[in-house]
């Protein structure tokens, strides 16, 4: 993507860079649209640094998004609605808690559990977060735990959506990079579940220091093949989404299509969908899909712009300028994505910033592979960090919790992500054991 321009123009970045780069930012501080934000400051950064012809904009916009891979990205978004409207979803929090039913935090444990069943299919974290708060938070708050803190845990283990293959997060870095969404994918599973892990941790620990719960109905065999026979058909579509994409069956695209299918498919057989209710599944999945491509398709020209400024090369040279130290530079890096993480979502930070960072990863001597799942592990930290908060507020607006209340709760989720973040930053066999 990034090679579409050759020419390489080298100059001195000065107020025609930065007055748009402010702008930019001011825009996005007053709550304007991400997308209208971007494009404004890429046209902006365009006319005055006169990089690249203003007439490559649209062709940029629309071959940007011209991509097999993007496919897959509306494909998961009904595939995890269609979940939810069919009850299998349900099903998946049933297996959940009868898997953790031998936890003291039985419940809460499930509710972890449960949102990383529902990453395994829908590839994104507000929708999970959505769906599984409508279903547990207020039997959480039934087990003892104080609303905030119900929600803080649901919002803290929707992160995983984006971490979990098959992550929309990771079939778009791998769009802009040039690298393979099912090799992320698989590179992905086992940093993907410790996220989910230090989640399930962090809660257990803060239920021995409060008691917020002592579900002791310990785990019963037979529960537990019950609601695996009678989940049986939601258990099928991770496995054929995941078992297709890591046996080479399919590609993330096509187990996309074939879990849309799946998931249809078992709905009505099963009669809890119609045909009726089609239009308003495809309307609710548009209007998600529609908040993301804009971002996608206006964040490529102001990534096009800076990549021609030799802002990725400029930003390398003041880095290893600064210190030589690899784990200094990769802190640097850990920190920008939090940062950035915070204050704007998953997909501008992947297009902009992955480009930029790139090349110092590299000059560290940081596989490709390594440096994706670092970045997003990163990114997924600011989903359950203000001001931005993404799955924060989905939460807040489900059960009507002031959003602080719940952010403060999250402190300790934020702790453990980092935890993990750092542990896959400095231990590339986390991610590359799969590779080799």
């Not at 349900?90 to 949102?115: H, P, R, S, Y």
């Not at 690298?179 to 590179?187: D, E, H």
């Not at 290893?320 to 994505?337: A, E």
Request: hydrophobic share 55%; net charge negative.
């Amino acid at each position: 993507m990034y090679q579409l321009y050759q020419q390489q123009v080298a100059l001195d970045l000065g107020w025609e860079f930065y007055v748009p780069l402010l702008g930019m930012i001011l825009l996005i501080a007053l709550a304007v649209p991400v997308w209208v934000a971007l494009g404004l400051g890429a046209v902006a950064m365009l006319v005055l640094t006169e990089t690249l012809p203003l007439s490559l904009l649209g062709e940029s916009l629309f071959d940007g998004i011209d991509a097999f891979a993007l496919i897959a990205v509306p494909l998961f978004i009904l595939t995890g609605d269609v979940l939810v409207r069919t009850g299998l979803s349900n099903k998946l929090l049933d297996i959940a808690e009868a898997t953790a039913g031998g936890f003291k935090t039985g419940f809460g444990t499930a509710t972890v559990l449960g949102c990383g069943f529902f990453a395994c299919i829908s590839g994104s974290d507000a929708a999970g977060a959505a769906a599984v708060g409508r279903m547990t938070i207020d039997r959480l708050t039934e087990q003892g735990y104080p609303k905030p803190y119900a929600c803080a845990l649901v919002a803290s283990g929707a992160c995983t959506g984006i971490l979990i293959p098959p992550s929309i997060a990771y079939i778009i870095i791998g769009l802009v990079l040039g690298v393979s969404a099912s090799t992320l994918f698989l590179a992905a599973a086992v940093p993907g579940v410790m996220v989910m892990l230090s989640i399930m941790l962090t809660n257990i620990v803060m239920n021995r220091i409060h008691r917020f719960e002592n579900a002791e109905m310990g785990f019963s065999l037979q529960r537990w093949l019950k609601s695996i026979y009678e989940g049986r058909f939601a258990l099928l579509v991770p496995i054929v989404i995941l078992g297709g994409i890591y046996s080479g069956i399919f590609t993330p695209t096509e187990a996309a299509a074939v879990a849309v299918v799946t998931t249809i498919i078992i709905g009505l057989f099963q009669g809890t969908i119609s045909l009726s209710d089609f239009p308003k599944m495809l309307e609710s999945s548009a209007k998600v899909n529609g908040v993301i491509l804009p971002i996608i398709a206006l964040s490529l020209p102001l990534a096009q712009t800076l990549a021609a400024l030799q802002v990725p090369q400029g930003f390398v040279q003041g880095m290893t300028s600064l210190t030589d130290s690899t784990v200094l530079l990769t802190l640097i890096m850990i920190g920008i994505l939090i940062l950035a993480g915070c204050v704007m979502e998953t997909t501008p930070n992947i297009v902009i910033l992955s480009p930029i960072l790139l090349p110092l990863a590299r000059e560290i001597g940081m596989d490709d592979i390594h440096f994706c799942i670092m970045m997003v592990t990163a990114l997924g930290v600011g989903f359950i960090t203000p001001p931005l908060g993404l799955n924060l507020f989905v939460v807040s607006g489900l059960t009507g919790t002031s959003v602080l209340s719940i952010a403060a709760r999250a402190g300790p989720y934020v702790i453990a992500m980092l935890s993990v973040v750092l542990m896959l930053a400095f231990i590339p066999e986390l991610s590359l054991w799969a590779l080799d």
